[in-house]
């Protein structure tokens, strides 16, 4: 594994910042590389906000196993699942992941509106907060996209991704255990399997120094690691945090904006880290994976870029997993509702919740 993924770095709310200039940017991102690091100043979300959140992961995995069981996944995408619960990759994984999950769904005035962990519930409003702020960011750069893709009107994607509406929109705190306590793993296994994002825009917040997470390159479909911090950030009062386009945006922007496919490895050897990072202790994320209103209809979107683009056939097919494309990424005869798509892509993830009948 040669290097590190090159991602662009943008500043979205410096003071000052020209609009339509980091909506070029942010769109140019997305259609070449489908991630892009998002400079973090705690402008948008509070260096305090992302360590109290890292600090209530840390808390709620700790729980007693019976605690985390009474809260375990449901067909809604909500609740606690545990070590290889999750199979990311069904085509090529031995095992399920070598992680555990907890998904939040809506909070309702400051309060979870599913079964948590007793050992969080007193964090409850610190909970709905963070939440709040990511999908207050997600907005921002929704409205940025529709600035950059000219969609008449700009607002459309961020009025599709009210908060007020139900939607698959999860906070979702994840744990890795260290390779050094996961011995029953093989050489050829991954601790997330090879994956593209579901919904339309993914915030990943990350700490210092924790090895992990790859992309597969657009171009070459090289396997490199992404950095947490990339050089110009380092002294930043947290590391930016890692934006990525989901399959529904591709889809709904017919493939313009590129779902690229990832993955969290063992990364065993120095060359497949970054440089400063390493495996040695376990290894922790925050994810908001934000969706529009379940019932928003995933017709074309309504720009004359995306038309051309769809027109001259220049969108991705989401990145490619062992040479097949991405079905999710890419339209499909028919509408689908921003509901349906997720629920597709839910059944093959949870493979035996779905075998089961479980509700």
């Known amino acids: 594994m040669a ?146 893709l000219g969609v008449d009107p700009p607002t459309f994607f961020t009025a599709a991704h009210a908060p007020s509406q139900p939607s698959g929109s999860i906070l979702r705190f994840l744990y890795y255990p260290a390779p050094t306590a996961t011995e029953a793993a093989e050489p050829d296994d991954v601790r997330a399997g090879a994956h593209s994002d579901y919904g339309s825009v993914t915030l990943l917040f990350r700490l210092r120094g924790q090895a992990g997470l790859e992309i597969r390159e657009p171009v070459r479909g090289a396997w490199v690691p992404v950095p ?36 969290v490895s063992f990364s065993p050897t120095a060359s497949s880290r970054a440089p400063g990072e390493s495996t040695a202790e376990p290894r922790y994320s925050l994810v908001y994976f934000c969706h529009p209103a379940d019932a928003t209809p995933l017709t074309a979107v309504p720009s004359a870029r995306v038309a051309d683009a769809a027109a001259r056939g220049d969108g991705h097919d989401g990145g490619r997993v062992n040479g097949n494309g991405n079905p999710h990424a890419t339209r499909s005869d028919g509408v689908l509702t921003a509901l349906e798509h997720l629920q597709m892509r839910l059944r093959e993830t949870y493979l035996q919740m779905y075998a089961d009948g479980q509700e």
Not at 69 to 96: A, F
Request: proline share 6%; net charge negative.
């Open 228 to 263: 947490v911090a990339p050089p110009g950030t380092e002294a930043d009062p947290e590391p930016p945090v890692l934006v990525n386009i989901g399959d529904l945006l591709s889809y709904w922007t017919n493939g313009l904006l590129r779902s690229t496919v990832h993955r």
């Open 3 to 148: 290097g590190t993924a090159t991602i662009p770095i943008i500043d979205i709310s410096a003071e000052g910042a020209d609009q339509a200039q980091a909506a070029k940017e942010l769109v140019n991102a997305a259609i070449e590389y489908g991630f892009v690091y998002v400079r973090n100043a705690g402008r948008d979300i509070s260096a305090e906000q992302i360590e109290n959140a890292f600090n209530l992961s840390r808390t709620l995995f700790a729980s007693p196993l019976e605690d985390k069981q009474r809260c375990k996944i449901e067909k809604n995408n909500q609740g606690w699942s545990g070590m290889h619960t999750e199979t990311l990759d069904p085509k090529t994984q031995r095992v399920g992941d070598f992680k555990e999950g907890f998904n939040f769904g809506a909070f309702e005035d400051g309060k979870a509106t599913q079964p948590i962990p007793r050992s969080i519930e007193p964090h409850q409003a610190q909970l709905a907060a963070f939440r709040e702020a990511c999908h207050a960011l997600c907005q921002k750069l929704l409205l940025l996209f529709g600035i950059g």
